[in-house]
Antibody, heavy 126, light 107 residues
Framework: QVTLKESGPVLVKPTETLTLTCTVSGFSLSNARMGVSWIRQPPGKALEWLAHIFSNDEKSYSTSLKSRLTISKDTSKSQVVLTMTNMDPVDTATYYC??????????????????WGQGTTVTVSS | DIQMTQSPSSLSASVGDRVTITCRAS??????LNWYQKKPGKAPNLLIFAASSFQSGVPSRFSGSGSGTDFTLTISSLQPEDFATYYC?????????FGQGTKVEIK
């Protein structure tokens, strides 16, 4: 069974750095057909994709948040870590990690975020 | 970045209604388009990938269509458990982007 679980602080102060950990099970972070993304949803707002790490350790970031984000992984621990610097109240949100897996490969590879963690709510407040 | 625009932002419908949600990409994304269902307090759930292919376990009343820049998610006969917010997402190129969501509410 594939699972992902987010962990991290519930409350951070403005200007602090947020560190979130996604612990996965049921698949390997070295599997070439898998990767892990972080996505967030502020209260009452839309889903926002933040960052992704591929099996080969290549990384991709949201254009608007790129300067504040760092994603990394520890394959031996089955963990993906996201750090976000200079937190602000507008960063209050539920943060999800999700597996981006290969779903179909009949001549064309299609990927989707097919398994998600339960989400962790982060509030930014002094 | 590729912008994804959904319409409508919300709609009210009754059980048994046919519901159609539209998603438009700011550039050609072929059929690299996924649809997710999001319920309050729950993680999103992948419904459709490659614009029209069902994810395992998704009821057949859901269907997707489109290619290029214009896409549609259709629920043929709305069920009580379908009241949720639906998001499209392009997987054509990074940074991957979501639409702003369409909330399907009970009429």
């Amino acid at each position: 069974q594939v699972t992902l679980k987010e962990s991290g602080p519930v409350l951070v102060k403005p200007t602090e750095t947020l560190t979130l950990t996604c612990t996965v099970s049921g698949f390997s972070l070295s599997n070439a057909r898998m990767g892990v993304s972080w996505i967030r949803q502020p209260p009452g707002k839309a889903l926002e994709w933040l960052a992704h790490i591929f099996s080969n350790d290549e990384k991709s970031y949201s254009t608007s948040l790129k300067s504040r984000l760092t994603i990394s992984k520890d394959t031996s621990k089955s963990q993906v870590v996201l750090t976000m610097t200079n937190m602000d109240p507008v960063d209050t949100a539920t943060y999800y990690c999700a597996r981006r897996g290969l779903i179909a490969a009949a001549g064309t590879s299609y990927y989707g975020m097919d398994v998600w963690g339960q989400g962790t709510t982060v509030t930014v407040s002094s | 970045d590729i912008q994804m625009t959904q319409s409508p932002s919300s709609l009210s419908a009754s059980v048994g209604d046919r519901v159609t949600i539209t998603c438009r990409a700011s550039q050609n994304i072929n059929n690299y388009l996924n649809w997710y269902q999001k319920k309050p307090g729950k993680a999103p759930n992948l419904l459709i990938f490659a614009a029209s292919s069902f994810q395992s376990g998704v009821p057949s009343r859901f269907s997707g269509s489109g290619s290029g820049t214009d896409f549609t998610l259709t629920i043929s006969s709305l069920q009580p458990e379908d009241f949720a917010t639906y998001y499209c997402q392009q997987s054509y190129s990074t940074p991957w982007t979501f639409g702003q969501g369409t909330k399907v509410e009970i009429k």
